[in-house]
């Protein structure tokens, strides 16, 4: 029986730092005609998550107030017109919000079965990461096989699906880490190259390997006339965040001269439409790489829900390989 309450976590005031986060009591959500509510076992902490904290990424229109943008669970009940889900179905799914709680709605075209052999906290750390990466590395970066992918922040949650995803298509990868640890731990996961930024320069080493036909990239700032100097003729330069600064100062003459593609994309704010296809690229093409073990499902630490400050504490440390995710209950 769904319960008419649920615990969730919301932010105290709105904003704050990580102890401003709380769990509170809530109605728990129904879902609409065309949405699905989940039993969440476990939930994936996302820098987005860290930003929505300090009050500059606020949901879309719509989505709950409470934090969270993706789940792993079972299917708790269907809305008017699902087709695809039944009741108990195991499933993980990107949410607008609302996934740091006891029950969430998504809808039903952005929930994906779990692969197979993954329990449900790999899969909570799943649908918010790869689907950036697809998005951005494989549709506007249009990697190929036999390219050469840089990716910054190698282990991240970002950077350790990059890497591996890359591999899985054929790429070449070129990862960037602070620290000979971290640097190790890229290696680790399968780039062909590691380059521990706390002593040696990405850009050169990027244009000894002939360059980067794609450069993934969260830190723009400082980086950026470096990354484009690390391009190839034709490369493609994708933004998915601005953790340098968010203004650079573009040489035009040198993006003419590179011939270079400079892009980028947020995944929050899509419609429901374009994540729904989104999904169904993912799953056709990502979940066969999941399932055949070319791609995990790398999870660092977990805390419980109620501990949801101490996972923001601990992501926002930046000691870490690969996601964060909370669970939920037994």
Do not use: C
């Not at 500059?56 to 009940?77: I, K, N, Q, W």
């Not at 990697?143 to 070449?172: C, D, F, N, P, Y």
């Amino acid at each position: 029986m769904i319960p008419e309450r649920m615990t969730a976590i919301a932010i105290e005031g709105g904003k704050g730092p990580p102890d401003a986060m709380k769990a509170v009591q809530i109605q728990t959500p129904r879902p609409g005609a065309g949405q699905i509510l989940i039993q969440v076992a476990a939930a994936g902490v996302n820098r987005p998550d860290l930003i929505q904290r300090m009050g500059f990424y606020p949901p879309p229109p719509g989505s709950p107030d409470t934090m969270g943008l993706e789940v792993a669970g079972v299917v708790a009940s269907v809305g008017e017109g699902v087709t695809r889900w039944r009741d108990g179905d195991a499933v993980t799914a990107l949410v607008g919000g609302g996934g740091y709680a006891e029950y969430a709605v998504a809808y039903a075209g952005h929930a994906l079965p779990t692969p197979k052999g993954l329990s449900d906290v790999e899969a909570a750390g799943l649908p918010e990461t790869v689907f950036t990466v697809y998005a951005n590395v494989f549709e506007h970066g249009a990697l190929k096989a036999g390219e050469m992918l840089m990716v910054h922040g190698a282990t991240s949650g970002i950077g350790v699906a990059a890497i591996q995803m890359a591999k899985a298509a054929g790429a070449r990868v070129i990862a960037t880490a602070r620290g000979a640890a971290k640097a190790a731990e890229a290696k680790r996961l399968g780039a062909d190259i590691v380059v521990d930024t706390t002593a040696e320069d990405f850009e050169q080493v990027a244009k000894d390997e002939g360059g980067a036909d794609v450069i993934l990239d969260m830190v723009a700032g400082p980086y950026f006339p470096k990354n484009l100097e690390a391009l190839k003729i034709g490369g493609r330069l994708v933004h998915i965040a601005s953790q340098g600064g968010g203004t650079v100062e573009l040489p035009i003459g040198k993006m003419m001269q590179k011939r270079a593609v400079i892009t980028g994309s947020t995944l929050r704010p899509r419609s429901p439409e374009e994540k729904a296809r989104l999904a169904a690229e993912v799953e056709r093409v990502v979940w066969p790489w999941i399932e055949a073990g070319k791609v995990k499902a790398i999870v660092g630490r977990t805390f419980p829900l109620a501990d949801a400050g101490k996972a923001h504490a601990f992501l926002e440390a930046g000691d870490l390989v690969g996601k964060v995710v909370l669970t939920v209950g037994a």
